[in-house]
């Protein structure tokens, strides 16, 4: 197979560069441009496949020709983009930000930045704003995938009947996708990040690189390509967050990516291959490897410096410069390094400079991570701030339940604090817990509680019993989404079943109900909720459905004779405050701004959801209602800090310190002596516990 110049290929890069970048800036009008990843690697597995059967079919294959070839292709760009993202990082990121910045160049640098990521992030959840080299997984999968299949192609055409060669590629295509769609529901974040789930994609293009599929007229091709060119914006216009991918969804990008090669490999001069030929989508699929490496570290960095999201607007501005320094890094940066090596001149060279870059940068990451993140001289508050900035919930990841496989609570022993009742010896899962009297239910928000919640029991000589999962709170179940946890809509409801299930068996004197309802009645920015038939509610549909699923989880508790308390949720700051003080601090600005927030402003965001909690324990004796935003907040403003110390780690959740502020407010012990001696607890008669003093 020839591999002459075709202006088409070029693009149809465009086709996928600039959906990425406009989705990347959050254009409303690209809900689904994170496609154009998905053509990028049909396209690759299409160039680089038919360079590599070209060259085995002639006898000429060369790994280390090979090696030259992407290292050329790849490095140069790649390292100028991780120096200059390097720089501006040490320079803008505090400390907690640069230690993960570090991790993910590392990882990036030595090409597994697909698996860092999906252990430690979501590509869809806003967190991912925050990370300049979250692009870079796709990098790697392309580079993972080039490590094994030059070696499978060669022993295949080496050793292997040419009439065995089609039904193999497409068994591995067939195998990839099922692999991908299958880990979509148990696994969805895996299954967004990882090789084995797209390497399909790229094996379509390898399929038409090896002649797999028998070319047509002309006149079909260019009907093929428009029927390509539908798929494709079809995908990019109707797509979004939500969309289950990239299962068998990702098959609308990837065939219409591969529709376009085989109707342009067929001689087609259709609309479609003229459009794509024309000036403007060759320059843009010229640069688009550099455009793709520039425009997303300047997303997040100039962001990230303005401590805000960035407009649409803004975007549209850094978009441009972008497609400046991408055609810069074109001409003086791409360009010159694909040239081959002059005659005499060791081929070796281009693999040793590589590795020596590789070595460098590495070498900065590990020195960062070394140093904790820590370049710059900082005072004793502002490194409390920070340590408390990447501080991680211990409970998050021991009593969470699980978002694949079957529901089951977490029977782990570090979910139980308090008086420890003896589990039965050889015991294993539920049997092997000691037993609790106090039964906490949530998500995230009732997870920030344990630690002070823990103690509180402790001292009331009673134990107390986490379960949790992040962004499902106790709402029965109404079919709750988050952009950034994939499945939730079907593990949530199952959840909050075993949660009553586990009530009815183990009779706990007493159940704390705690979550961040405020998203629920208000509608915030990533979360929905839905009913039965996958419709999504309005935000006055949506509280009505808070309320009823609410009332159902408490109806399902109390009917067992078991007293409930509803923990209203803490308010909500527009930043983290210790990320603010460390910042704030760098930047030589005043800290004070961080330390509260306005009163009335605060609470504007909670009273719905503090409403919907009153009246649901309105008329019930079993039922008791703690509003924590009443409590944490003063006459004007409600404050970060307690007695000196930050009582929140992130803009919602509490610090161990807060939640034994928390605690002090809610009176635990207080609530189960009412329960013991069967009567209503502190608050009878209102739905509301009257304020105990703070501790």
């Not at 193999?168 to 996708?177: D, E, G, N, R, Y």
Request: with cysteine.
């Amino acid at each position: 197979m020839g591999l002459a110049y075709r202006a088409d290929v070029d693009g149809l890069r465009a086709l996928a560069i600039v959906p990425v970048v406009l989705f990347h800036i959050h254009l409303s009008a690209f809900p689904g441009g994170y496609v154009g990843v998905d053509i990028f690697f049909v396209i690759s597995g299409y160039l680089i496949t038919a360079i590599l059967f070209r060259d085995m079919k002639a006898g000429r294959f060369s790994l280390l020709d090979f090696y030259d070839r992407r290292i050329r292709r790849i490095f140069p760009a790649l390292f100028v983009v991780l120096v200059a993202t390097t720089l501006a990082a040490v320079f803008i990121m505090v400390p907690s930000d640069l230690l993960l910045y570090a991790r993910s160049l590392r990882a990036t640098t030595l090409f597994f930045s697909n698996i860092y990521f999906a252990k430690n992030l979501n590509y869809f959840q806003p967190e991912a704003d925050l990370n300049p080299l979250l692009h870079t997984w796709s990098l790697a999968v392309e580079e993972q995938f080039y490590i094994f299949f030059p070696l499978i192609l060669f022993a295949l055409i080496r050793w292997v009947r040419p009439n065995l060669l089609r039904p193999i590629i497409l068994v591995l295509i067939v195998a990839s996708l099922a692999h991908a769609e299958i880990r979509l529901s148990r696994n969805p974040i895996e299954s967004f990040f990882s090789l084995p789930t797209r390497a399909w994609e790229l094996l379509i293009g390898s399929a038409l690189a090896l002649g797999l599929v028998p070319l047509v007229t002309p006149r079909k091709g260019a009907w093929l390509s428009l029927a390509g060119l539908a798929l494709i914006v079809c995908a990019i216009a109707f797509y979004d967050r939500h969309t289950r991918f990239p299962g068998l969804a990702a098959l609308a990008p990837c065939l219409g990516a591969a529709l376009i090669l085989h109707g342009g490999a067929s001689g087609a001069k259709g609309i479609v291959q003229r459009m794509l030929a024309s000036p403007v989508p060759v320059f843009f699929g010229r640069i688009s490897y550099s455009l793709y490496l520039w425009h997303w570290p300047l997303l997040v960095l100039i962001g990230y410096y303005l401590e805000r999201h960035l407009s649409p607007t803004e975007g549209l501005m850094i978009a441009a410069v972008s497609v400046g320094l991408a055609t810069l890094s074109l001409f003086y940066v791409e360009a010159p390094f694909r040239k081959r090596h002059r005659a005499g001149t060791s081929r070796w060279i281009p693999v040793w400079a590589g590795g020596a870059a590789m070595a460098l940068v590495v070498a900065f990451a590990l020195t960062a991570i070394a140093r904790d993140g820590r370049f710059w001289p900082m005072s004793a508050f502002a490194q409390q701030a920070d340590a408390l900035a990447r501080a991680q919930d211990p409970y998050m990841s021991w009593c969470s339940a699980p978002l694949s496989g079957p529901m089951r609570m977490p029977a782990k022993p570090q979910c139980v604090v308090g008086r420890q009742a003896a589990a039965p010896s050889g015991a294993s899962g539920e049997a092997a817990l000691p037993a609790f009297d106090v039964l906490l239910w949530g998500d995230s928000h009732a997870s920030a509680l344990m630690a002070g919640l823990g103690e509180a029991a402790t001292r009331a000589d009673a134990s107390i019993r986490l379960v949790m999962l992040p962004a499902c709170p106790p709402l029965g179940e109404v079919v709750t989404l988050h952009e950034s946890i994939k499945g939730l809509e079907r593990q949530c409801p199952a959840f909050n079943r075993g949660v009553l299930e586990l009530i009815a068996e183990k009779r706990p004197k007493l159940v704390v109900m705690a979550g961040r309802w405020s998203p629920w009645t208000s509608l915030q920015p990533g979360f929905a909720i839905r009913d039965g038939n996958d419709r999504y509610l309005s935000a006055e549909e949506a509280r009505a459905e808070f309320a009823r699923g609410l009332a159902r989880s408490v109806e399902g508790v109390t009917r067992l004779g078991i007293p409930v308390v509803l923990v209203g949720q803490v308010p909500e700051f527009g930043f983290s405050p210790p990320h603010c003080i460390t910042r704030a601090e760098f930047s030589g600005a005043d800290t004070a701004r961080c330390l509260s927030q306005d009163r009335e402003k605060t609470l504007a965001g909670l009273a719905a959801s503090n409403q919907v909690l009153l009246d649901v324990a309105k008329g019930n004796p079993l039922v008791t209602t703690v509003l924590l935003s009443d409590r944490f907040c003063g006459k004007e403003n409600c404050p970060a800090m307690e007695a000196g110390t930050l009582i929140y780690r992130d803009p919602n959740h509490l610090s161990v310190e807060g939640s034994r502020a928390a605690a002090g407010f809610i009176n635990l012990a207080g609530i189960l002596r009412a329960a013991a001696g069967g009567q209503q607890a502190a608050g009878q008669g209102t739905g509301q516990a009257p304020p105990p003093a703070i501790r």
